[in-house]
């Protein structure tokens, strides 16, 4: 069964704490995304990696940063979590090809209090 | 600013229903235009992708159109079912692959009622 799984679903930190964030993926996607969901906004990458420590900034990586050393696995860290942090925070993997529909997992809801 | 504008915001019909939901973006270029259903709480899920000027796609009681020229898409549902409800997202790909980017609009909230 095709899923990407995010754990943990909820999460709640206080402002200074440091945030992991896992996915998983079981497909062999070479390619891995991290995005936030605020409210009113689209979604915003935060960090795409192309495979194995292939990693590239998005367009807010600003307080982020990635880890991918196995294909089916990619982690975003939060060093040092602020309030602005707070979001929903989804993955997603896809083949290169063109064209291919990114596979979302269920999103970790993060309160950074 | 934002690139993909979707309309209306939200949206309440019937059950049994039909309904339109708009997608106007400024994206160039403009590879393929893909609408994504978000069930409340839960990731986005792929409903149909359209890649040329002036595609249809049919995907059950889902259908879609893309008019390049216009950079507009339409997304309609018939016949509405209360499972219909949820938030509907036009992402905009810039590239046909995954080196380039996509583009999401905020979304429509749609909400059927019985």
């Known amino acids: 069964d095709m899923k990407v799984t995010q754990m943990p679903r909820y999460l709640i930190k206080r402002m200074g704490e440091n945030v992991l964030l896992e996915c998983g993926q079981d497909?062999?996607?070479?390619?891995m995304y991290w995005y936030r969901q605020d409210p009113g906004l689209g979604l915003q990458l935060i960090y795409i990696?192309?495979?194995?420590?292939?990693?590239s900034e998005g367009d807010i990586p600003k307080g982020y940063r990635v880890s991918r050393k196995k294909r089916e696995h990619f982690s975003l860290i939060l060093d040092s979590a602020k309030t602005n942090q707070t979001s929903v925070y989804f993955c997603?993997?896809?083949?290169?090809?063109?064209?291919?529909?990114?596979?979302f997992g269920e999103g970790t809801r993060l309160s950074v209090l | 600013k934002t690139q993909v504008e979707q309309s209306p915001q939200s949206l309440v019909v019937r059950q049994g229903e039909n309904c339109v939901l708009q997608?106007?973006?400024?994206?160039?270029?403009?590879?393929?235009l893909r609408w994504f259903k978000q069930d409340t709480g839960k990731g986005l899920v792929s409903l149909t992708v359209l890649v040329h000027e002036n595609d249809k796609t049919s995907n059950g009681r889902y259908s879609a159109t893309l008019d390049k020229d216009a950079k507009h898409s339409t997304l309609h549902i018939t016949a509405t079912l209360l499972d219909d409800t949820a938030t509907y997202i036009c992402v905009v790909g810039d590239r046909g692959s995954a080196l380039g980017r996509l583009h999401f609009g905020a979304g429509t909230q749609l909400i059927v009622i019985p």
């Open positions: 997608c106007n973006y400024s994206v160039t270029p403009d590879n393929h």
């Open positions: 997603a993997s896809s083949f290169h090809a063109a064209n291919q529909a990114p596979l």
């Open positions: 497909m062999s996607h070479e390619t």
């Open positions: 990696s192309y495979d194995v420590d292939s990693n």
